[in-house]
T-cell receptor
């Protein structure tokens, strides 16, 4: 039973445009969410996170939006660059007392020059 | 600063063989984790450790064992390898827990034939 769902396996975007990656979750106990980026033959790298007490968090070109009522979060990349081409994983945790991140299956982003 | 180092990068095992996947971090992180990623799937937690001498099971611990005798090292032992253990294994560490962005190693690709 997937608790974190990334329903788009892949996404192609033109360089300079906005990339929007989506993530849905089913577990209402999740209170902290993270995005990781993964290049081929490398481990994932942490990108950005958001707590459930916020609805937006920005870091440079990356912004994560959280809609708790819809159990939905999204990662916006503006402007998209070819180096952003990677697999993006959404992850969630119920925080206090939990030592586990639950990951989605990932979305492969291709930024076309 | 090496971060998290995993060895080997690739390995082919025969059914029933055993092996140890090595993981070392040089960031003095208390928390360490082992995840596996099956093709087209998200990462799943195998085992984790909150400090030297303390380990606990994650979501998919069957067929694996771990030990944590030092802060730096967190080896993963596979006993009696099975084809279902064919996967990419990632070791990760973090300073204080799941709210931190993990630092991942580059992974070990294991094939059991």
């Amino acid at each position: 039973d997937q608790q974190v769902k990334q329903n788009s396996p892949s996404l192609s975007v033109q360089e300079g445009r906005i990339s929007i990656l989506n993530c849905d979750y089913t577990n209402s106990m999740f209170d902290y969410f993270l995005w990781y980026k993964k290049y081929p033959a490398e481990g994932p790298t942490f990108l950005i996170s958001i707590s459930s007490i916020k609805d937006k968090n920005e870091d440079g070109r990356f912004t994560v939006f959280l809609n708790k009522s819809a159990k939905h979060l999204s990662l916006h990349i503006v402007p998209s660059q070819p180096g952003d081409s990677a697999v993006y994983f959404c992850a969630a945790t119920s925080g206090a007392g939990s030592y586990q991140l639950t990951f989605g299956k990932g979305t492969k982003l291709s930024v076309i020059p | 600063n090496a971060g998290v180092t995993q060895t080997p990068k690739f390995r082919i095992l025969k059914i029933g063989q055993s092996m140890t996947l090595q993981c070392t971090q040089d960031m003095n992180h208390n928390y360490m984790y082992w995840y596996r990623q099956d093709p087209g799937m998200g990462l799943k937690l195998i085992y984790y450790s909150v400090g030297a001498g303390i380990t606990d099971k994650g979501e998919v611990p069957n067929g694996y064992n771990v030990s944590r005798s030092t802060t730096e090292d967190f080896p993963l032992r596979l006993e009696l390898a099975a084809p279902s253990q064919t996967s990419v294994y990632f070791c990760a560490s973090s300073p204080t827990g799941v709210y931190d962005g993990y630092t991942f190693g580059s992974g070990t690709r294991l094939t059991v034939v």
